[in-house]
Structure formats: C-alpha cells, structure tokens
C-alpha cells in the first residue's frame, strides 16, 4: 500500500516563508518518479504549481517563479516546496502528487493535501 502524506502547511503572513514536505511509504522506488505540487483555493480550479523529475529537473507556474522551490531528498522518500514572499493570493490547499512518468495512470498517487493561509 503506497501513501503520500502532505505536511508543513499554516497561518503566514505576508511575506513569510512556509516548507512544505511530501513524504512517500510504501513499495514505492521514490527515485523513479515525478512529483508534482498543486494548489487549490475555494472557488478556483486545481493549478500545478511546481513539479520535479525523477531526474531532479524542475518546473514552476510563472505566478511562483522566484519564490518557491522544489527539491527532493530520495533517502527520505520526501519532496519539499520552499515558499518564500507568500503573498494571500498563495492561499489554498496544497497537494502533493507522486506519478511514474511511464505508467501514469496506474502508477498515480495522491495526498490529502495541506492548507497554507497567508494573511495578516
């Protein structure tokens, strides 16, 4: 059973910083897969946000270029989104998704996600 956990959400203001973790378990070979961060806030459409490969290149939505970063610890099975210079419109929920790039459909995995508020 594989499970992707979300952790490091919170109260910010703005422009302070927040590290958020997603951490695979399981049969899972962490190294041989994507990771991808989205965010969703009320009312609006889930957006991705960053995306790491299992080649540690990365990808990032021109609304946070600059200010977030992604990064991946594969010993720890865990991807990190830094976030600095949040600002409110940051505000969502923020899911983590870990997907094979060759077998994407059945080898797709969702967290819970995990609420980042930014406000004074």
């Known amino acids: 059973q594989v499970q992707v956990v979300e952790s490091g959400g919170g109260l910010v203001q703005p422009g302070g910083s927040l590290r958020l973790s997603c951490t695979g378990s399981?049969?899972?070979?962490?190294?041989?897969?994507?990771v991808e961060w989205y965010r969703q806030a009320p009312g609006k459409q889930r957006e991705l946000v960053a995306a790491?490969?299992?080649?540690?290149?990365?990808d990032y939505a021109d609304s946070v270029k600059g200010r977030f970063t992604i990064s991946r610890d594969n010993a720890k099975k865990t991807v990190y989104l830094q976030m600095n210079s949040l600002k409110t419109e940051d505000t969502a929920v923020y899911y983590c998704?870990?997907?094979?790039?060759?077998?994407?459909?059945?080898?797709?995995?969702w967290g819970q996600g995990t609420q980042v508020t930014v406000s004074s």
């Open positions: 998704n870990v997907r094979h790039p060759l077998y994407r459909d059945s080898l797709n995995y």
């Open positions: 790491i490969s299992n080649i540690e290149s990365a």
């Open positions: 399981g049969k899972l070979t962490f190294r041989d897969y994507r």
